[in-house]
Structure formats: structure tokens, C-alpha cells
């Protein structure tokens, strides 16, 4: 097999695809991460610092990021079992960077909400719709209502992911989010996430309190397994040999 730069980079890109270090703990093949701040999905906005996505350097097969500034759920394969999407409130607490500036807050943009009475929300990804379930999934909170936690504006939010036979693949327990006031402070913003390389089906967060409730960013992408990258690596190097 000729190397040559193109060759030289089309292996790059089939290892950069399996070789994805990510911080977190372990659980089932399943690596959980966070909650972590978030004010930002990468750093391309100054003040962001190392509040942003986990996902935000990986090389994905494909990726979605939905950040409800349309007021819709409405990115490819993902669908929710409660909670509605919105935008233009002044109670509405979006991702800080949803506005072009890092500046301590996101009202009057887009974010997805959960109301008094529900505590939990699943969102459920569909293969035949992606090409393969994702191997990367998150989710940033980013407020709490008063009601039912004693107008403390505060919350135990748990995080839980499934595979697809339905089993779980691991949680975050329970964890203390948000701060004493309801008008869109954007330090308290926190994201949940997981990887696992045998692909996610869905995932569900779930709070302690039956106050209204609110996220935003969306997340889901799709790194091939490094059997499969393999694979791809074995027919490419055979096809280079045939030249
Ligand atoms: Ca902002
Ligand atoms: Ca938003
Ligand atoms: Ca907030």
C-alpha cells in the first residue's frame, strides 16, 4: 500500500473516530458525565472557559445538537414523553451562549420545559430514523421553580440511560442543581451526559421536585464502535491494495 497524504489522512480520520478519550466515571461500558457547568456548547465565545460540552472535540459520524431557539423539538430521531419546547419568555432560562454573548443569562430565548407535577422526562432515540443509535447523549439543565422544594429554587436531578433492549446502562444519582433565585442565572447550568459504544436507546432525567423545570441543548451523536472502525480501516487498506 502506497502511503500518501490523502491516504495518511483518510486513516486519521477512521482512528479519530474510535479513539475518543472522555473524563467521567464508569459504569457498565458506560461512561456518565457530569453535572458539569455548561454556559457554552465549545469555546468559540469568549467567557465560555471550560463551562461547555464534553462532545464539543469529538469526532462524531453524525451529531445533533437541538437548542430549541426555534421553539420546536424538532432535530432528527428524538422524541420526548413529556414537556413542551419554547421561546420569548422572560422566565425562559436558555444556555448563555444562545444569544451570541456570555453575559449571566439566557431569558427570552429557547428552552425545553417540564411542568409542576412532572418529575421525570425520557427522550428516546430512533435508529431506523439516525442509522444507528447514538454513542454519545446529553442534556443541560438549566432551571428550577419553587414549588415543592420550599421556594429554595433547588432540585436533586438524577440522570439515567438505557440500551436497546431496554436495560439500564448506568445513572447519575441523584445530585443537588440550581440556586436561590428564578430569574435565569446561567452559573448554575449544569450538563448531564453519557458515552457508551454500544449505542444508548434513551435516557431519562428525573427530579425530586414538582416545581416546574427547565433544560435546554440537546445533544446526541454517533461514534462507531472500533470493531467497526476496524473494519473500515481492513476494507479500505484491501481496496488501497487493489489500485
Ligand atoms: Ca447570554
Ligand atoms: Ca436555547
Ligand atoms: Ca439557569
Known sequence: MRVTPRTSALVASILACFLVVTPGVRAQGTTLLGPSPYLAFDDSLPGAGAAI?????????????????????????????????????GFQDSVDADDGVINGTGRFLGSYGGFTGTTAMTFTFDASVL??????????????????????????????????????????????VGQPSDIGGTLEDRFFGAVNLEGIRSFRITTDSLGDWEMDHLQYGFVPEPGSAMLLLA????V???R
Open 131 to 176: 442509522g444507528a443509535l447514538p454513542t454519545h447523549v446529553g442534556i443541560v439543565w438549566t432551571d428550577q421553580g419553587s414549588a415543592g422544594s420550599g421556594g429554595t429554587f433547588t432540585a436533586n436531578l438524577s440522570f439515567e440511560v438505557f440500551g436497546s433492549g431496554g436495560s439500564s446502562l448506568g445513572a447519575i444519582p441523584p445530585s443537588p
Open 53 to 89: 460540552s464534553p462532545f464539543s472535540t469529538v469526532d462524531f459520524g453524525y451529531f445533533h445538537l437541538e437548542d430549541f431557539e426555534d421553539a420546536l423539538l424538532n432535530t432528527p430521531g428524538v422524541t420526548a414523553d413529556a414537556g413542551v419546547a419554547g421561546s420569548g419568555s
Open 235 to 238: 476494507a479500505f487498506v484491501a
Open 240 to 242: 488501497s491494495r487493489r
